[in-house]
C-alpha cells in the first residue's frame, strides 16, 4: 500500500507525509486520534507534535501525552526499533519525511501548506490506497493499523489477542451454547485470538471488580474485556446506587488495564423480573442506568453492544423462568457479541 501512495498522493511530499502517518499508526499500533492533532472537549490538545519524536538510527521514539485510555494524562512513551528490511519501516519512513517537512514546532503529520493532518484526510487516503490495491476499501477504517499491528505480532510469535468475556449465567450459558456449536468456545475468531470465560452464575456486581483482579494475576492484562452484568442487581438496589456502583467499577477497570478495550453487554431485558414489586420500575431503571453507562463507556474509550432483538415481547428468546436466554436467545446474544468483536478485530 505504501507504494500506492505515489499514485494517489499529489505530490511527493503528500506521499511521504502519509507513509510516515501509515507506518507510525500500524508499528506502534496507535488510534488515530493519538496520531493526528485534534482539539477535545475536555481542552487538552491530543496527537502527536513534533517534540514528541525523537529519532536515531536505532529507533524511533514517541511519546504518547495523551489518549482515550490515559484520561489522567500520565502519558507513555513508545519505542519503535528499525526493521532493517527494505519495506515498511517506523525510523526510514518517518526519516522520509523529516527531511522535506518544514522547520517549526507544532503538529508532527502537517501538509507542504502547513496545515495539519486531520483524521478525515487520514481515512481518506488510507481508502484510496486500499483501492489502487485492488482491496475493497469499505473493510478498512483508520483502527485497521491498530488490529493489523496485534495480529501481526501474534504472527511473529510475540503474543496473542485475548479477550475476556465477564459476567452471571447470561456469560455462563452463552459459553456452554459457543462450545456446543460449530463456533466453538473461540467464537469462531482466528486461532490467535483467545478467549476467556469468567463467570458465576447469580453473579453480583460485587463480584466484578474482585473477579478481574484475580485474573489479572493468572494472565495479566488482556486485550479486550466484555461485561454482561448488572441485571441481578436490580432488584436489589435502588437505580442510583447501582448506576453509581457500575461506573465507578469501570473507571477503576479503565485504570487498572489502560491498553484493554472494554465492551459494555447492555442489561437486557426479562420477561419477569423475579422478586421486582414493580416490573415497570425495574424496567425503567435498567435502560436509565444503560443509557448512563454506555456514555461514560465510550467516554472511556469503549463500546457498547446492543441487543435488540432480545425483547421481553420475544418470549421464544427465554427460558420458561422469564429470565435465561432460550437456544434462541444464546444465538441472538452470541451473534450480536460476535458482530462486535469481529469489526473490532477488523475482520
Known amino acids: ?38 482539539d477535545h ?18 529507533e524511533l521514539r514517541i511519546t504518547i501525552r495523551h489518549s482515550k485510555t490515559d484520561q489522567r494524562g500520565k502519558g507513555a512513551l513508545i519505542r519503535l526499533p528499525a526493521t532493517g ?30 496545515s495539519p493532518l486531520t483524521r478525515h484526510q487520514f481515512a481518506g487516503v488510507m481508502r484510496k490506497a486500499i483501492l489502487a490495491c485492488g482491496g475493497v476499501a469499505s473493510d478498512f477504517a483508520p483502527h485497521s493499523f491498530r ?43 482466528p486461532s490467535h485470538v483467545r478467549v476467556s470465560w469468567l463467570s458465576r452464575r447469580g453473579m453480583r456486581w460485587s463480584e466484578f471488580l474482585p473477579r478481574i483482579r484475580r485474573q489479572l494475576l493468572l494472565e495479566g492484562p488482556p486485550e479486550a474485556i466484555v461485561v454482561q452484568l448488572g441485571e441481578n442487581d436490580l432488584v436489589a438496589m435502588d437505580c442510583l446506587s447501582l448506576r453509581a456502583a457500575i461506573m465507578a467499577d469501570l473507571e477503576t477497570l479503565q485504570a487498572m488495564v489502560p491498553t ?21 420500575a425495574t424496567e425503567r431503571a435498567r435502560k436509565r442506568i444503560n443509557a448512563a453507562v454506555s456514555r461514560r463507556i465510550v ?21 420458561a423462568d422469564g429470565v435465561h436466554l432460550s437456544a ?13 468483536l469481529r469489526s473490532w478485530l477488523g475482520l
Open 41 to 58: 472537549r475536555d481542552g487538552r490538545s491530543r496527537g502527536l507534535l513534533l517534540q514528541d519524536v525523537q529519532l536515531s538510527p536505532a
Open 147 to 189: 488490529i493489523g499491528a496485534a495480529i501481526t505480532a501474534v504472527h511473529w510469535g510475540l503474543s496473542a489477542i485475548r479477550i475476556w468475556m465477564v459476567g452471571h449465567s447470561i456469560i455462563h450459558w452463552a459459553g456452554v451454547a459457543a462450545r456446543q456449536s460449530a463456533m466453538g468456545p473461540g467464537l469462531g475468531l
Open 299 to 319: 467516554e472511556l474509550g469503549g463500546e457498547v453492544i446492543f441487543h435488540h432483538e432480545i425483547s421481553y415481547h420475544a418470549a421464544a428468546l427465554f427460558r
Open 1 to 38: 500500500m505504501r507504494k500506492r501512495l505515489r499514485v494517489v498522493c499529489w505530490s511527493d511530499y503528500e506521499a511521504r507525509l502519509f507513509s510516515a502517518a501509515f507506518s507510525i499508526a500500524f508499528f506502534g499500533a496507535l488510534r488515530v486520534g493519538e496520531l493526528v492533532v485534534e
Open 85 to 114: 528490511a527494505t519495506g515498511p519501516c517506523p525510523v526510514k519512513d518517518v526519516n522520509k519525511y523529516l527531511v522535506v517537512r518544514a522547520q517549526g514546532d507544532g503538529p508532527l503529520l502537517r501538509h507542504e501548506n502547513g
Open 260 to 280: 484493554a478495550k472494554i465492551f459494555w453487554s447492555k442489561l437486557l431485558q426479562r420477561h419477569f423480573w423475579l422478586g421486582s414489586r414493580c416490573p415497570v
Open 328 to 340: 434462541s436467545g444464546n444465538e441472538a446474544w452470541l451473534g450480536a457479541v460476535v458482530a462486535k
